[in-house]
């Protein structure tokens, strides 16, 4: 089905001199790392895992493994790299996710029906786009390369976000199989308390928040602008699973005075008892996660919890969410570490640092009160890269900071995600803020 | 099944002084006007006419004038009036709109099933409520006088909002029936040319927004705080019927460039071709008003859009919404005055001013691109009033400014109203906005 | 809106004879009549009442009156009475039900949003169609009048179909009202036990069923043809409310064994749990019906059962339903006498005669386990009231009888009604059979 | 996941004598070819095939595979073969179709969700039951054998019936994926001219129907009972293709007068346009096969129509459908023989024969004009087993005949298959019949 790259096909400059190649060879080994990574995400999936969708929010690993080369093959190899030919011209159609300005595509809800191509084929997808964008950067002249530099690194970087995709998607499929099949099975071991909680002052003012310079960034974090804050403080760390069980067993989830009224009538729907995830066996409160089904860690962060919920429990608290702009200003100059995919524990981890505020980067992403809407001044790519972001600016709220499944190196203060309020199915936590 | 109200059942303390007498004739003045004009906007409808709900969003005509009863009821007669019995004691059920604290209440989109009581026991259900509002007005002692006083005029500007409602309803309702009955007939005289579109320039800086001070406004109006505005221009006057025109013409709903997702969305689902009650009729657009089937009045500010259909329009226009800081700070200092319910036009006007920013009050909702949060600071009020605004606040966009359905006095510069972005049976228009 | 029928425009032959004069005046007599009994029943209606829809399956109250109207209008007035202009050239969208040949029509689900033409209206209406079939009738010479007459008669029994639908439609809309409100208030009298049950044998055999020969009759009854039956054994009156509480103690809605799969899947959903319009008040079950909420009487026919439920029971009690042939074999022969709509009851009662089987004409319509299907040799009348019946014939059962709804004079041994096996807002009960 | 299945630990008695031994090798080699053509059948399949649910109406082919060995587990190993253990005691829930009395199970709708069992877990499920039975039978005594053969028979015949779901399944799995998947390539070979079409007369009279005697049969098919006739005419082979396409130029999709209301109600709603898998490329019609997309072969039988369709044609063509009575009258007494799965065309062919009825056995399954229920005194087994056919007595359509995808010796004259009236993914057509 698919037609093999041959790399002898396009015409291949040689580039010009020894310090543009090592440029060139950490971009590929940059790529190919970041490809890799991917890959490996998939590795002990069977075919089975990697093809099934839970749910229309949710996409099939495979289809996640197919999607993120397409994206290099319509935004760098077609355009770029000359006599490339598609691996296969119904692909398009097929792993387009939303990009209306790239033709026509399968409906989202229906990305789970298509079994074919199969898992290898996709693999050979795969290698035939891995293989066709060494060539591209090996290849390509210094002024295309500089170039083509800023959309291989979209690429990566929309690569790295369809990595925590897969998980987010592989464990709403696990949990869907009444026999809760682990995704790398392991037993947590159980923590002590959690560090008790503090509320750290930052001063009002005017600062500027938004990304400039160096470095990557996706266009919504821009233009970098001036914002006005008031005094506030915000939590030493996040909201633990023992915290939340204290707001259930407070009846937060019946007090309709706690919620907004859209969360409300999804309570009143039965939607929403607990976390996503969480189950009642004999009384005790378990947690199926990407390690299986185990008991909560009361000193972990809380995780999978809508907005709605996030704000509820603020309320309950006496506290309230913070904005984006609160977050960033307490985030920025804090460096960006945290337990992130790397670390390998794919769940959140109780906060275990004295450098406060805790847990700013990495476990669960975390609610703002903020929604998701353009910065100042702030205008989308143009051409079909420019429906990256800009297009979901409605209704939907930001969330800061990345969690156990994002990929080292992909999050930053300025890093807006963003979800509609009541979705759960994101490594989605919060961490409280107030007044000063 | 009302029981009549006996006004001698209650104690009647007598007022003090004959200064107190006026504020108190004043006072119960308003209110028997108030409640008269609510009256009024329904005494052409037939009982079949204020029955029916035409969609789960509208409310029967006879529900808007029980609901603003109730609420008269719950909020001032039953906590104040001494030996006040309700009149029945299953309306509480039945026209309690949303106030979780003030018990169970009929399910929203059923309120159309309720065909008892009828518009006779509703209108004797009014009288009851209106004669025990003016015997506790007049027989309260000064002291409970002045703590009373807001919740009365919190309950008129209740009643005012109703008002609009009714008509945005019964619009609806009409719009439902082949037979396009009109709520007052009348053939539009069609205007000449809409004035010429000019870009107010507005200053930079840092600004107070929300209410404070003297005059009734709602809780989520404050508190007053400083917000930073970067220099800005606004349009002087509406977009026409006409500019909408032309925006059709160029594709304006085939366009997915244009578009938020969640409204491109409902484009393709067929959900938005045209602003909603407009028809085509051998190829001319018409419009469905409280007036009737009506040819568009090209110089007339557009009507019924959604939050999706705006924000294109002016991504169309090369420019943007106004956000609702930017809106109130050019509408303050600007006399309250324009074309509302007052004027008996029933429909938006071309504008017919030279002052400028002209249709600032009237005619239209401006649709801004603000979702309506708290402003910062805010708390609800204690109690079930506490549900009037501040649980609305996710997932809505802010409105400024009255239309032509509202009535006089209840606009105001930091009034602010709310909508789904999807939603269009509301009197919203837009006005146009750039960076400066 | 309806314009006034002018008699005078009208061209009218004089009768020849005085025989002729006797039948036609009895012809109008009888027309009359039946126009007149559809009136009374909406009598002590409120407009309100009459405007609203509670379910798709259900029409407004002024809906019926006007759409029996446009049934003469349509097939006798427009056709045959030279110089007949129609009383408002919309109502053929608004009130054509499903006749496809007849033209496009208002969708069903949306009858209630028609608020306009008023009750007032539609009373016009109906005195203009009145009065223009009186010409028609009275002017028509002999030929013309005998080749109207079963066109007439047609009408008349469509009428009497929609007297029993207007009042199955208002206990509907009453019930989903928390007022409860009663179309005749009435406590009802407790009788003595129920007559106890017997099973009466019939023999096995060849036997006619179906139509023929003098008298009006649908399409659908005929043509009279052999079946051939096994003996059987039917029981002398219907299942009673007491039995009905048995099967529910005994725990008839929980177990799956006794139920069709289709059936248990609504019990499942919660469709299903006592029949339609039980509730339960302190342990105590009630009924709603036309006279209020009332306790059950136990010795009175079960009513508002969907086919699932009697098939359950029937299971349930060792036995089954009789097939439509049994019962027609049964019945013929019977005086068509029982609790019809004319007794004023206007719900089932007690089996109270010694002629057994009791009960077989009026009380409930009796589900039988037939499939509503086309007699061998069926061919439905030509033009648009052949879709009067046949098109129906896929997935519903038919009930035989009559009920308490049902006007004196339009059952018959051979009539089929039909519903849906889930429906059970018809006056539907049971009668058990066996194999002999 | 699965435990091994260890002989050695179930008491194994020996047969007694040789004869015996022939029969318990005939029996066991019988299962082992059922069991092996299953296996075959998904011999081609990806697992990632294997997995998916296309609709609510399919169910993966891994769950059907899984599922038949659960029926001999449940219904054979555990309550017959002493020591037996199940493979694995989640499986009951993930793989009891819809037998209540067999405990709780998965949701139907959400098969495709389950991706462990992974397709080699299923492999090994499939040999632990395989295995098992083949110990039960070759060690049971001869008088448990005689009580278990006819257990072993209705297994069988299950596991066939889900042979020809799978391919049913298969079809419109891949018929979802925008490439077309082929079950098995392959280019149809076009014939010549489609037989012409005869009627066939048949006598009326007293015929009877339903099996008795020996041979497998399925409850639904007795009792064996009198039926009455009229003489009538049955077609000499099925409607084609062609044909269809004449129904189709002649507006057999755009005339209600051709169709049942319910029917008629889904093709407005756009669901029918022309038989299922059809697809017009530049105004051809082909057809979308387990061979893969083909031109329509004008003279092979229509396949994949709804009763409602065919009920449609047969009025457009002046005819009717047979009753299932009709149909098996004429049925009895022809070999059963025809193109059946074992032929390996997978796809209706068109009558290659001279002997009439044509295409009696095989090709499409034959709606006809009778709902499906019970036959007179029919009582279903007792036990879970009762479930397996009688509990879908209403809203459903008999079907005769069998078809391309049904396995040889699994069809016979008295075989009742059913679907609901609007279904389409079996291989459904249609012969017609009328009045003689
Ligand atoms: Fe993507
Ligand atoms: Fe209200
Ligand atoms: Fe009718
Ligand atoms: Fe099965």
């Known amino acids: 089905m698919n037609k093999p790259w041959n790399p002898h096909a396009a015409a291949r400059p040689s580039p010009s001199d020894a310090s543009d190649t090592d440029v060139r060879d950490a971009a590929i080994a940059r790529f190919l790392k970041v490809r890799g990574q991917t890959e490996a995400l998939a590795r002990d999936l069977h075919p089975e895992d990697q093809t099934v969708q839970s749910m229309p929010d949710c996409s099939p690993t495979k289809w996640h493994l197919a999607h993120v080369s397409w994206f290099f093959e319509t935004f760098l190899l077609v355009p770029h790299l000359p006599g490339y030919e598609v691996a296969n011209a119904d692909f398009a159609f097929l792993f387009n996710s939303y990009y209306e300005a790239a033709g026509p595509r399968h409906a989202r809800f229906a990305r789970g029906l298509i079994t074919r191509p199969t898992v290898a084929e996709v693999a050979d997808y795969r290698r035939h786009v891995t293989d066709a964008m060494t060539d591209l950067l090996a ?19 929309h690569e790295q976000q369809h990595q925590e995709l897969i998980l987010m998607d592989i464990l709403n499929l696990f949990a869907a199989n009444p026999l809760r099949p682990a995704y790398r099975p392991g037993r ?6 959690a560090r008790p909680l503090a509320f750290i002052d930052y001063p009002g003012g005017i600062f500027e928040i938004g990304h400039a310079g160096e470095g990557f960034s996706y266009d919504n974090e821009g233009p970098r602008h001036e914002v006005l804050l008031r005094p506030f403080r915000l939590a030493s760390r996040a909201v633990t699973n023992g915290e939340w069980l204290a707001f259930i067993a407070d009846g937060g989830y019946r007090r309709p005075d706690l919620w907004l009224a859209d969360g409300w009538a999804r309570v009143k729907a039965g939607e929403y008892e607990a976390p996503l995830y969480w189950e009642r066996h004999d009384g005790d409160w378990q947690a199926f996660t990407l390690n299986g089904l185990n008991p909560l860690d009361p000193a972990a962060p809380v995780v999978h919890v809508s907005y709605y919920e996030a704000d509820a429990f603020a309320r309950w608290a006496g506290k309230r969410l913070p904005t984006e702009a609160e977050w960033e200003v307490a ?17 959140p981890l109780p906060a275990a640092t004295d450098d406060l505020p805790a847990q700013m980067f990495g476990d669960v992403w975390e609610w703002t009160q903020s929604p998701y809407v353009a910065y100042p001044g702030y205008r989308p790519a143009p051409g079909a890269l420019g429906e990256y972001n800009g297009k979901f600016m409605s209704s939907q709220m930001v ?7 994002t990929p080292e190196g992909h999050a930053r203060a300025t890093y807006r995600n963003f979800f509609y309020p009541h979705q759960r199915w994101a490594f989605s936590g919060l961490r409280l803020a107030e007044d000063a």
Chains 1, 2, 3, 4 share one sequence.
């Open 399 to 405: 969330l800061r900071g990345g969690c156990c499944a």
């Open 188 to 193: 947590l071991a159980m923590t002590a308390e």
């Open 139 to 157: 290849g390509a002249d210094e002024e295309t390369f500089a170039r083509l530099a800023p959309l291989v690194e979209i690429g990566l970087n």
């Open 331 to 347: 985030a920025r100059g804090l460096p960006v570490a945290g337990n992130f995919l790397d670390s390998g524990a794919l769940r």
